[in-house]
T-cell receptor, first 114, second 116 residues
Framework: QKEVEQNSGPLSVPEGAIASLNCTYS??????FFWYRQYSGKSPELIMS????GDKEDGRFTAQLNKASQYVSLLIRDSQPSDSATYLC??????????????FGTGTRLQVTL | GAVVSQHPSRVICKSGTSVKIECRSL??????MFWYRQFPKQSLMLMAT?????????EQGVEKDKFLINHASLTLSTLTVTSAHPEDSSFYIC????????????FGDGTRLSIL
C-alpha cells in the first residue's frame, strides 16, 4: 500500500464546474496535509494547507480533512482552464509544518475543458 | 513572491561533467532544506534532506557520493551531481520551510538538467 494515494487521472471537468480531487494516506500519525499544484515543466506551488478535521476555504479552493477516514480532498469551484495541472497531495507527520519531510502522492492530472 | 530561489534553471552539459545547483532561502533562515528529483510524468522523489552544519540525510537508493550536498550556511544549500551521465538527466527541485508556525514547504523553481 502506498503511503499517499491519489487517482492519477486525468480528471476532466467542464469550465465552471466543481473539480473534486481526493487523497488517502496510510500513516495515522500524519498531522499536516498540503495540496500543491504543478504545471507541466514547473515546480510545485502550494495551494492549500490543512491541519485539523473539517473544511478550510480559500477563494475557489476548499480543502477537506477527515483524519478518522484518513482522507483529504481538494475542491475547486468554478473551474477555469488555467486550473489544468497536476495536483499533488502531501502529508507530514509534524504538526507545525516544521522542517520534516513530506510524503507525496503521485498526483492527479486535472483537465478543465472549454 | 518567491521564498526559495534555485539556480541555474537549466543546464545542458556533456557526460562526465559535474554540475552544481544552488538553493537559497530568501529573507529567512532554513536549517533544513530538501532536494527532490522528478523524471518526466513521474512524481517527486525525495533524494535527501540537507542539514545546516551537518551531513545530509539521503533516502534509500540515492548515492551520497554521486549527489554531494553542502549546507554551509543558513540560507544556502548546494547539490552537486558528480560525473553526470545521461541517466542523471532530470528535473531537480529544492524546498524549504518558511519561518513561523505552521509554515509548509515552498519549492524553488527547479533545475532542468540535461546530460548529453
Amino acid at each position: 500500500q502506498k503511503e499517499v494515494e491519489q487517482n492519477s487521472g486525468p480528471l476532466s471537468v467542464p469550465e465552471g464546474a466543481i473539480a473534486s480531487l481526493n487523497c488517502t494516506y496510510s500513516d495515522r500519525g500524519s498531522q499536516s496535509f498540503f495540496w500543491y499544484r504543478q504545471y507541466s515543466g514547473k515546480s510545485p506551488e502550494l495551494i492549500m494547507s490543512i491541519y485539523s478535521n473539517g473544511d478550510k476555504e480559500d477563494g475557489r479552493f476548499t480543502a477537506q480533512l477527515n483524519k478518522a477516514s484518513q482522507y483529504v480532498s481538494l475542491l475547486i469551484r468554478d473551474s477555469q482552464p488555467s486550473d489544468s495541472a497536476t495536483y499533488l497531495c502531501a502529508v507530514n507527520r509534524a504538526n507545525t509544518g516544521t522542517a520534516s519531510k513530506l510524503t507525496f502522492g503521485t498526483g492527479t492530472r486535472l483537465q478543465v475543458t472549454l | 513572491g518567491a521564498v526559495v530561489s534555485q539556480h541555474p534553471s537549466r543546464v545542458i552539459c556533456k557526460s562526465g561533467t559535474s554540475v552544481k545547483i544552488e538553493c537559497r532561502s530568501l529573507d529567512f533562515q532554513a536549517t533544513t532544506m530538501f532536494w527532490y528529483r522528478q523524471f518526466p510524468k513521474q512524481s517527486l522523489m525525495l533524494m535527501a534532506t540537507s542539514n545546516e552544519g551537518s551531513k545530509a540525510t539521503y533516502e534509500q537508493g540515492v548515492e551520497k557520493d554521486k549527489f554531494l550536498i553542502n549546507h554551509a550556511s543558513l540560507t544556502l544549500s548546494t547539490l552537486t551531481v558528480t560525473s553526470a551521465h545521461p541517466e542523471d538527466s532530470s528535473f531537480y527541485i529544492c524546498s524549504a520551510n518558511h519561518r513561523g508556525v505552521n509554515q509548509p514547504q515552498h519549492f524553488g523553481d527547479g533545475t532542468r538538467l540535461s546530460i548529453l
